[in-house]
């Protein structure tokens, strides 16, 4: 061919600049580009193969080498698939945005899948011009006759193009790397960036520093690398050395022999970069626990082990694999945050793709690899297509019947995960209303007892349709009516009244409001929870954060559920059974008590009620209203802003005194004492004692109750 000059096919004489600079994020990611499209030939090759239009030479084996040279600032991208002609240059690499792939799957779309072609939009080549100032190529088509080609281009419009020397099927591409990005031709750099995204690509990747030295001579016992080739240099013979040395030494002198070490000869080779057949391409059923956690140890350096893992692999409606493992999260003192690597046929896309990994999965560590993904020119990101959804779709189902099939298979397994994955499954339920609506009757709430209960069991839910029982019920009495006299079947007319009567009482029983009750921390929270405990009642424990927005959308989602925390209320149970009499006496101090509390603490906002509790070594009790308390919280997250929370403070507070302790006993019976010191003290110190059961005093409030237990306690010494 003669030698031949032109100019690129492009739209705009601009757009190598815009090429260079913004047609990827990160410049390294050259390294992917130019090996998917050797890896793109040799699958091509293969499958011409496959379809007899062609003969792989014996023994064939497809790798891809890249080639590091510090010295001539180069770096080297060599592939044995199907090569170029002269005219499929001028198609795939003049014409740029042309796509080799596109082309190919046309052509052979009848015969070949197209599933294992990674390229698709013919421009992943110019990434090279991002670092280097020039670039050639030297190929040779697989094609009967073929002449092999030399392409040559400056980063500018123009090229030239001659006949070539490459003698082997197959392609090189030379980069000469422009002095910003000469640390890609660093082996060390290569070999990161290669792992980076090329780590389970399906051809063999071998990378090597040009112009090595083939051999070095070291001592047996230095460390080794694993690239090499060893051989033992044989060591000359004692009576050849021993001339030499008495020959250097002259004459007089007696050479002092020391003992020969035993040297090495080593041999530098090209180091394998990737496993081509990763772990998620397997069949589940191949895999073994091991296999699992050297996998997941390899991929994210994690030396703890994973709880459990999902391994997915769908090929209709979407050909779909990957690996999704729950690593054990340590909410205190560590980011929640995982990782989900995507991939696309085995190369490396992103981290965290939000159009396909729904947000709260990405709590957790895996790959996902999916080859329909519709990507953008980049490969980095997506296209806007539904098809995306689907897939985000099917991930957050499978997640959801996994665990609730641990759930009802394996319950045990179930509740020994749960405390490392409830933040994962309440931050699910919040961000996704499917997986929510999967999960709700598979959340579990530890009880006081440490006991774990899913949602029904706290609601005490019969696991029969209470409306099939009526029916059943129904038909009996109709069956039954068939065979009796008319007077019994009047009888049964006024019995099915009754009947109605009850079922309709049941069902507004059913609709009322069902109260589970929670506690934040068991410590703190303490009298409460023996106060409960006494009783025969339960609570759960919802300890963390997320707890509060969770119960609350379970509230919205769950029409007559309500979560209230036991401070909330002093309920009936707790208390002695009172006359209407004595409860009138009880309201009226109440009203007396509360007017004197107030003043006694400079509190206009706080309720007082005076009760006869059952446990008697209780003297007093806060309790916050739910809403109260709700919006309180709500209120502290904006404190941070510079907002007054002295506006929200003691709303909705009540302090319950209890009528059958000692020291409220006395403040009653001295109320009316308008010089009683003591009474002051005493009321400030029950009020500080009921509030000690909800939270933690502030600075100022804890002095002074310091401050008063001592002036309390010197007055019982006097």
Avoid at 540 to 556: A, H, K, R, S, T
Avoid at 694 to 700: K, Q, T, V
Wanted: proline share 3%; glycine share 6%; with cysteine.
């Amino acid at each position: 061919m003669a030698e031949r000059h032109g100019s690129l096919s492009i739209n705009s004489e601009n757009i190598f600049p815009i090429i260079k600079k913004w047609l990827y994020s990160d410049h390294d990611i050259f390294f992917r580009e130019l090996i998917s499209n050797g890896c793109d030939a040799i699958t091509k090759l293969k499958k011409l193969d496959v379809m007899g239009e062609y003969t792989l030479p014996e023994g064939y084996k497809g790798k891809i080498q890249v080639i590091v040279n510090p010295e001539e600032k180069t770096l080297k991208f060599i592939d044995n698939g199907l090569g170029m002609t002269a005219d499929e240059v001028e198609e795939y690499i003049n014409q740029i945005a042309f796509s080799g792939a596109a082309d190919f799957i046309e052509k052979y779309k009848d015969k070949s899948d197209d599933n294992q072609i990674i390229g698709h939009f013919g421009l992943g080549f110019y990434s090279a011009f991002m670092v280097a100032d020039e670039v050639y190529i030297d190929t040779l088509s697989y094609k009967e006759g073929a002449v092999p080609v030399h392409w040559e281009c400056d980063g500018g419009t123009e090229f030239s193009m001659t006949d070539g020397t490459w003698d082997q099927v197959g392609t090189q591409i030379t980069l000469f790397l422009n002095d910003d990005c000469l640390q890609f031709c660093n082996e060390y750099k290569a070999e990161e960036v290669i792992k980076k995204y090329c780590s389970f690509m399906p051809v063999e990747i071998w990378l090597s520093r040009e112009n090595t030295p083939e051999t070095q001579i070291i001592s047996e016992d230095e460390k080794l690398d694993t690239d090499v080739v060893l051989e033992t240099i044989q060591p000359e013979k004692k009576e050849d050395k021993k001339e030499k040395k008495d020959e250097e030494a002259g004459e007089g002198e007696k050479a002092e022999e020391k003992p020969e070490p035993v040297r090495l000869k080593i041999k530098k080779r090209p180091v394998l970069m990737n496993d081509i057949h990763p772990l998620w391409t397997k069949n589940p059923s191949e895999c073994t626990r091991d296999d699992y956690i050297e996998f997941y140890r390899k991929v994210f350096h994690d030396y703890k082990e994973p709880l459990f893992w999902i391994h997915l692999n769908m090929d209709y409606p979407f050909n779909l694999k990957g690996i999704l493992y729950f690593p054990k999260i340590n909410m205190e003192y560590e980011s929640i945050e995982g990782t989900i690597k995507l991939y696309n046929n085995q190369v490396f896309i992103a981290d965290n793709i939000k159009e396909v990994i729904p947000e709260f999965l990405m709590l957790l560590k895996g790959v996902i690899d999916c080859p329909d993904l519709p990507l953008n020119v980049s490969r980095s990101a997506l296209q806007n297509d539904g098809f995306v959804k689907k897939i985000s779709d099917y991930i957050t189902k499978k997640v959801a019947d996994k665990l609730s099939g641990m759930c009802k298979t394996d319950r045990e397994e179930y509740e020994k995960y749960w405390d490392d994955i409830s933040p994962f499954v309440k931050y699910g339920c919040l961000k996704d209303d499917k997986f929510c609506q999967k999960m709700t009757d598979y959340i579990l709430f530890k009880d006081l007892d440490g006991k774990y209960k899913t949602l029904p069991d706290c609601l005490e839910v019969s696991k029969s349709d209470p409306d099939e029982k009526k029916e059943d019920a129904s038909g009996k009495d109709g069956e039954k009516s068939e065979e009796t006299s008319d007077a019994s079947k009047t009888e049964d007319a006024a019995d099915a009244a009754k009947t109605d009567e009850k079922a309709e009482a049941k069902d507004k029983e059913e609709k009322k409001e069902k109260v589970i009750y929670y506690v934040t921390d068991l410590k703190q929270q303490s009298q409460y929870v023996n106060m409960f405990k006494q009783e025969g009642m339960d609570a759960v424990v919802l300890p963390d954060q997320i707890d509060q927005p969770f119960i609350n959308q379970l509230e919205m989602k769950n029409e007559g559920i309500r979560f209230r925390r036991i401070d909330a209320d002093i309920t009936d149970s707790f208390k002695t059974e009172t006359s209407e009499e004595d409860q009138k006496e009880l309201d009226a101090q109440s009203e007396a008590l509360q007017k004197l509390v107030r003043k006694a603490l400079g509190n206009d906002k706080l309720t007082v009620k005076v009760e006869k509790l059952k446990n008697d070594k209780v003297s007093s009790v806060l309790t916050i209203a739910e809403e109260s308390r709700r919006m309180q919280d709500m209120m502290r997250m904006y404190a941070a802003n510079g907002m007054d929370m002295g506006m929200f403070g003691g709303e909705g507070e009540t302090l319950v005194l209890n009528a059958n302790h000692p020291l409220v006993k006395y403040v009653l019976e001295h109320k009316e004492d308008k010089d009683n010191a003591n009474e002051k003290l005493i009321c400030e110190q029950l009020y500080d004692l009921a509030k000690l059961q909800n939270g933690p005093l502030d600075a100022e409030a804890m002095t002074r109750f310091v401050t008063r237990s001592n002036e309390i306690m010197e007055v019982l010494t006097k």
